[in-house]
């Protein structure tokens, strides 16, 4: 079985101002992670996955994440955040099983001018 | 470029209702995907399809029907809609994947249940 936590529900960043969201994961065979978008009254997009090699994998926008196998996380990084940036972020994890997700709860990241 | 396309965007149901919702994907993927997104809870899979004509239960399959008699098209349906069921259904697609391919999602569906 696999599970996924999203650190925080919510995260308010000023415009400019770096950020981070923390994703930590559990599973019981190797995964693949991904970080998908959600604007407002729209569907999920891909923001940036990990399946293998580096561990630092870099996304659109300007986002980046790292694996981290030994505390199990895959934290997302932006050095400087615009308003635009404002969306619902998604961590979500898949096994080797027909390629199902598990997401965790989502993260509201509100950028302030 | 359509990608997924679901319809209806918006639905309101009586309890005791029932309904279909449709999932169309023009990327000749074969494996498709319904979701519903609850606050709080982020998404959960209800059902999934590897195949034409074939199906199987996701994480929350209960009260819910599914069926893919066209490569292209993924139907979920509920036979009697219950309030529970108020929430956003998104379908996805992708291909055929051990798990490395990303999915292609729609805008989904608002589903009230009065």
């Known amino acids: 079985a696999q599970s996924v936590t999203q650190l925080d529900s919510q995260v308010p960043v000023f415009e400019e101002a770096p950020v981070e969201l923390r994703c930590n994961y559990s599973?019981?065979?190797?995964?693949?992670l991904f970080w998908y978008v959600q604007y407002p009254n729209q569907g999920l997009q891909l923001l940036l996955k990990?399946?293998?090699?580096?561990?630092l994998v870099k996304g659109i926008n300007g986002f980046e994440a790292e694996f981290n196998k030994s505390q199990t996380s895959f934290h997302l990084r932006k050095p400087s955040v615009h308003i635009s940036d404002t969306a619902e972020y998604f961590c979500?994890?898949?096994?080797?099983?027909?390629?199902?997700?598990?997401f965790g709860q989502g993260t509201i990241l509100t950028v302030h001018p | 470029n359509a990608g997924v396309t679901q319809t209806p965007k918006f639905r309101v149901l009586k309890t005791g209702q029932s309904m279909t919702l449709l999932c169309a994907q023009d990327?000749?993927?074969?494996?498709m995907y319904w979701y519903r997104q609850d606050p709080g809870m982020g998404l959960r899979l209800i059902h999934y399809?590897?195949?034409?004509?074939?199906?199987a239960k996701g994480e929350v399959p209960d009260g819910y029907n599914v069926s893919r008699l066209k490569k292209q098209n993924f139907l979920l349906g509920l036979e009697s809609a219950a309030p529970s069921q108020t929430s956003v259904y998104f379908c996805?697609?992708?291909?055929?994947?051990?798990?490395?391919?990303?999915?292609?999602f729609g805008d989904g569906t608002r589903l009230s249940i009065l």
């Open positions: 996805a697609s992708s291909y055929r994947t051990g798990g490395n391919q990303p999915q292609h």
């Open positions: 599973s019981s065979v190797s995964v693949y």
């Open positions: 990990y399946l293998s090699g580096s561990t």
């Open positions: 979500a994890v898949s096994g080797t099983s027909y390629g199902k997700l598990t």
């Open positions: 990327m000749n993927h074969e494996y």
């Open positions: 399809s590897v195949g034409e004509g074939t199906t």
